[in-house]
C-alpha cells in the first residue's frame, strides 16, 4: 500500500493579511443585502398592512394576499372561502406564505446569497468567514435546509393559485394590469421549475438517462431553466413586488388600469 | 517595461512577503514573471510547475489573493501600475515559498470507495451509453489543481474541519461514480453524508468561481449529490415506501481492493500494468494481432462520400 508524505506539524503559509483581494469582492455581498433587505422589509410592511391587495372592478388580486383566507377578505376577493378569523397578526395568505417563505429560504440560490451576504460565512471569496467555529448544515437548524424539496412541492401548488388569479383577471377585459399579473405568474413558473430540487426529480436522480427518454428531456430542459436560477430568483422578487405595488396602486386609487379592452 | 511584485517566501517556520522589480513582456503570464524572478533575482524562489497550460494543475498559487493557476493568469488582465501579490496556497501546509504540501487532497481521494463494477463483468465487457455516461464526463475534466479544496471556506478557515471534510475535488469525484451507469455501489450517498462531511458544504460556490476548467462543481455534483442524500435519509415519502416495500435493506456491495482501515490501494501498486485496467481487457497483448478494422484499398471510394 502506498502512503503519501506526510509532514506532522507542519503549518500554513504566515501570512498577516486576512485577505490579498485587491478587487471589490464586498460589493457583491453589499448589494445582495441591501436588495434582499429591501426586499423583505416591503414584503413584510404590505402583508400586514391589510389593505389594498384587490380591485373588484377587474379581478386583481395580488400574489402577497393570494389565496385571501381571513374574515376580512373583501367581496369577490376570496376564492376559497374564509376559514381563518381577522386577527392583525394573521395574514389573508397564511397557508401559503409560510411555504413560500420557506421555499426561498432553503432555496439553493438564495443559501449562498444570504450565507455570503448576511452570515459572511464567506463574504467573498477566499475572504475569511467571520465565525470562529463553523458545522455547515450538518446540524439543527441548518440541518432542516434539507426540506426544500417538499417546499418546493407546495410552491409548485401555489403557482398554481397564482396562474388561476391571473386567469380570472381575464374575466373582465383586458388591461396593464391583466399583463403584470401574467408576467408575474410566468416568472413564478420559470422560478419554480429552474429549481435544484425540480431538476432532481425531473431526471436528476436517475442513473441511466437512456432507459428514460422522457425524463432526460424534462431534465434537459429543467437544466437549461436551472442554469438561470440566480437570475430568475432575482427577477420573481421584482415581478412579485411590481405586481403587488400596482395592484396596491389600483386599489388605493392612485392612479387608473390602463385598459386595452374593456 | 519593469512592474512591482510582491512574493511571499518563507516555509512552515515563518516568512515574509518580498518586493520584487520585474520586466513584463507582451503576453506573457504570472508564472513567466516567476520564472524571471528565479532566473535574474532569487535563484532560490521555490515553485511547482509543469505544462505551463493549465493541464497539470501544478502552478496553483493565489494572485492578489485569488487562488489561481499562476500559467493561466495573463499580465495583460492586471493594470500596468498594479502591484501583483503572490501568495502560496492559504489552505494547505507551505513546504518553502509557493510550494505546498498538498497530501490531504491525496488522503481524501483515497478515502473515496473506488469505481466498483458490477459482479460478473471484466474489464473490456464494460458498455455504456454516451447520453448515461456524459454527466460524469465533466468532471473527468479535473485537473487537481486543488484550488477548489483551498478556496473552500470550510477548511480554508476552519483547519479543524480537515478531518470530517473531504472537499469539492472528493465530491465530484463521489458524483461522479454515483451517476457512473455501471458502478454497482449503492451505498454512495451515504458515504458521502457520514464519512466525507457532504452537510460541511453550504453551497456559498466558490470551488465552482475558482475551477480553471471550469467544472459546474456545485450545481451539478455537489447539489445533485445533496439532492440524493434527501432522497435516502430526509425524504420521509421515500424511507416510508422503503419501508413498507422492504426496500430499505440495501445490498452490500463488494469492498474492491479496501483494505483493514477501509482505505483504498492505489491501483497502479496491485495491477501487474501501470495504469489501471486497461479497456480493452486485460488479457489483450499489444500490438493485436486480430486486427478488428480493415484499411481501405487504395483509390477506393470512401464511406462518407
Known amino acids: 500500500m502506498t502512503t503519501t508524505v506526510s509532514r506532522p506539524g507542519a503549518k500554513r503559509a504566515a501570512i498577516a493579511a486576512r485577505t490579498l483581494r485587491t478587487d471589490r469582492w464586498w460589493l457583491a455581498p453589499l448589494i445582495t443585502f441591501a436588495g434582499l433587505s429591501a426586499w423583505v422589509l416591503y414584503a413584510t410592511v404590505r402583508v400586514f398592512m391589510h389593505k389594498w391587495y384587490y380591485v373588484p372592478d377587474f379581478h386583481y388580486l395580488t400574489p402577497f394576499y393570494s389565496p385571501c383566507l381571513t374574515d376580512r377578505c373583501v367581496e369577490g376577493s376570496a376564492e376559497f372561502g374564509t376559514p381563518l378569523p381577522s386577527f392583525w397578526l394573521i395574514p389573508e395568505a397564511a397557508f401559503t406564505l409560510p411555504f413560500l417563505l420557506l421555499f426561498r429560504l432553503t432555496c439553493y440560490y438564495y443559501r449562498k446569497a444570504y450565507y455570503r451576504a448576511f452570515w459572511l460565512s464567506p463574504p467573498a471569496c477566499a475572504v475569511p468567514d467571520a465565525h470562529a467555529k463553523y458545522t455547515g448544515e450538518t446540524r439543527f437548524p441548518l440541518v432542516f435546509q434539507n426540506l426544500h424539496r417538499y417546499a418546493f412541492y407546495a410552491a409548485t401548488i401555489i403557482s398554481v393559485i397564482n396562474t388561476w388569479d391571473a386567469i380570472r383577471s381575464f374575466g373582465t377585459g383586458f388591461g396593464l394590469g391583466n399583463v403584470i399579473l401574467t408576467a408575474n405568474v410566468v416568472m413564478l413558473w420559470a422560478y419554480t421549475l429552474s429549481c435544484h430540487s425540480c431538476r432532481h426529480i425531473a431526471g436528476g436522480r436517475l442513473k441511466h438517462f437512456s432507459k428514460h427518454p422522457v425524463r432526460y428531456r424534462f431534465w434537459t430542459f429543467v437544466s437549461k431553466l436551472n442554469a438561470r436560477h440566480m437570475l430568475l430568483a432575482w427577477v420573481t422578487l421584482g415581478t412579485l413586488a411590481l405586481t403587488d405595488f400596482y395592484v396596491m396602486a389600483l386599489a388605493a386609487g392612485w392612479w387608473p388600469d390602463l385598459r386595452f379592452i374593456s | ?305
Open chain 2, 1 to 305: 517595461m519593469s512592474r512591482h511584485f510582491r512574493v511571499w517566501r518563507g516555509d512552515s517556520s515563518g516568512g515574509e512577503i518580498r518586493d520584487y522589480d520585474v520586466d513584463v513582456n507582451d503576453g506573457e503570464v504570472v508564472l513567466d514573471i516567476i520564472h524571471r524572478i528565479q532566473a535574474t533575482q532569487a535563484p532560490d524562489l521555490a515553485c511547482r510547475w509543469n505544462c505551463k497550460a493549465g493541464k497539470c494543475g501544478s502552478c496553483s498559487m493565489e494572485i492578489n489573493g485569488k487562488p489561481r493557476l499562476g500559467c493561466m493568469t495573463r499580465m495583460s488582465t492586471f493594470e500596468e501600475s498594479e502591484t501583483v501579490t503572490i501568495t502560496p496556497l492559504r489552505a494547505f501546509p507551505v513546504i518553502r515559498d509557493l510550494v505546498t504540501d498538498v497530501s490531504f487532497n491525496y488522503t481524501k481521494a483515497r478515502e473515496t470507495p473506488a469505481f466498483s463494477p458490477p459482479e460478473g463483468l471484466a474489464p473490456g465487457e464494460y458498455r455504456m451509453q454516451q447520453i448515461d455516461v456524459e454527466r460524469s464526463q465533466e468532471f473527468r475534466k479535473c485537473i487537481e489543481c486543488f484550488l477548489c479544496q483551498n478556496t473552500c471556506h470550510v477548511v480554508r478557515d476552519h483547519e479543524e474541519n480537515k478531518e470530517a471534510f473531504s472537499g469539492p475535488r472528493s465530491f465530484i469525484r463521489a458524483a461522479e461514480l454515483d451517476m457512473h451507469p455501471l458502478d454497482a455501489r449503492s451505498d454512495r450517498k451515504e458515504y458521502a453524508q457520514a464519512h466525507q462531511g457532504l452537510g460541511y458544504c453550504n453551497i456559498t460556490k466558490c470551488c465552482s468561481e475558482v475551477c480553471p476548467e471550469h467544472i459546474k462543481i456545485t450545481d451539478n455534483a455537489i447539489i445533485p449529490l445533496k439532492e440524493r442524500v434527501v432522497d435516502r435519509r430526509y425524504d420521509p415519502l421515500v424511507w416510508l415506501g422503503r419501508k413498507i416495500f422492504r426496500r430499505d435493506q440495501l445490498a452490500e456491495a463488494p469492498q474492491v481492493g479496501a483494505g483493514p482501515d477501509a482505505h483504498l490501494d492505489v491501483g497502479e501498486m496491485l495491477s501487474t500494468q501501470s495504469g489501471g485496467p486497461s479497456p480493452f481487457g486485460d488479457d489483450q497483448t499489444f500490438p493485436l494481432t486480430e486486427i478488428t478494422y480493415q484499411h481501405p484499398a487504395p483509390g477506393s471510394p470512401s464511406r462518407d462520400s
